[in-house]
């Protein structure tokens, strides 16, 4: 899957759970439902994608989330 896919997949998780009012409530589900609902091969490619590019196309909630992951 394209990284560009991810990121916006990411994103809209983070848009999300981004409206809890518990910030570590938000970053634990961002991470939980990409732990849980993405296959390893795509979570691994948008930390690889974040790896060589940078976190600034992520939510601050997913870049968060996605140390956890």
Known sequence: ???EKLIKMAN???AFFD???DREQA???V???IQRNWEPRMRTALKDHVARNGNQELMPV???ALGRV
């Open 27 to 29: 970053v634990a589900g």
């Open 62 to 64: 997913v870049r968060d």
């Open 19 to 21: 409206a809890m009012p």
């Open 31 to 33: 991470a939980a439902h």
């Open 1 to 3: 899957m394209k990284p």
């Open 12 to 14: 809209q998780i983070g």
